[in-house]
């Protein structure tokens, strides 16, 4: 089954607008995990905005103390020096490399990979030297796949918010996620996916592995508390796959 991994970041926002330490990250990270999410993501950015650099060890203490081999930790973001020691001071299970600017307000498009390997490559290897998994962000581009594997990471995350838009169509995904998958290369997803969405996504990819999931769902708990949101986008994952098993049948 696709794993749902659960931003924190739109909770991180919210806390930072007053200086009052609250909403609490961990308390709300016990809730998405109790509700069944199996993991979380942060995206720490330069000027800490929304996820702060001490938050990051937070999570990773908290999650070291009271989780389960099977809750995964994600930490996203730029591979600068600070980022990647950051992500090697902190235990977690996989890093997503994104091509982001500090400018930026949120992540709007993936790596050039073959234009970057060096800077790739390197990042790569002294995060797999210490036993982290390691995501690339990309656009759904087949041909990007190749520099994908040369460059050593173990994953992609492809970037949906042009397939959210009807800008990018699905067929375009299912290619990538074939290309990846005869490059032993495993598939994760993020960004504007919802309960719209994700289902028609995961019926088309049903191996995608992982799915990140911040903005929409942070909207949906604001409604239906955490454990209704959360259930809903499990339920929504579960709907997918089944589909894909009965177009298989």
Not at 59 to 82: Q, T, V, W
Not at 99 to 123: C, F, I, M, Y
Request: charged share 25%; proline share 4%.
């Amino acid at each position: 089954m696709t794993k749902l991994s659960v931003n924190l970041n739109k909770v991180a926002l919210l806390r930072n607008q007053r200086d009052v330490g609250y909403p609490s990250l961990i308390e709300h990270a016990k809730l998405i995990l109790e509700a069944g999410a199996h993991g979380l993501t942060v995206h720490p950015r330069p000027d800490e905005r929304h996820i702060r650099k001490s938050d990051v060890g937070e999570i990773a203490s908290f999650l070291k103390e009271h989780r389960n081999k099977d809750i995964e930790f994600n930490i996203e973001g730029y591979p600068s020096e600070d980022f990647i020691n950051l992500c090697l001071q902190h235990d977690c299970d996989q890093v997503t490399l994104v091509p982001d600017s500090p400018s930026q307000r949120t992540s709007d498009h993936g790596w050039n990979v073959k234009n970057n390997e060096d800077t790739l490559k390197d990042a790569i290897s002294k995060l797999k030297d210490k036993g982290r998994r390691v995501s690339l962000f990309i656009d759904p581009v087949p041909k990007i796949i190749e520099s994908v594997k040369y460059v050593g990471a173990d994953r992609i995350e492809l970037y949906t918010g042009p397939y959210a838009e009807n800008e990018i169509p699905l067929k375009d995904y299912i290619a990538t996620a074939k290309e990846a998958s005869e490059h032993d290369i495993e598939v994760n997803a993020g960004h504007d996916l919802n309960l719209d969405n994700l289902g028609r996504f995961i019926t088309a990819i049903p191996d995608c592995t992982e799915v990140s999931i911040g903005h929409a769902l942070t909207a949906d708990a604001l409604i239906m508390g955490w454990n209704g949101a959360v259930n809903a986008y499990l339920t929504a994952i579960k709907y997918g796959q089944k589909s894909a098993n009965d177009r298989a049948a």
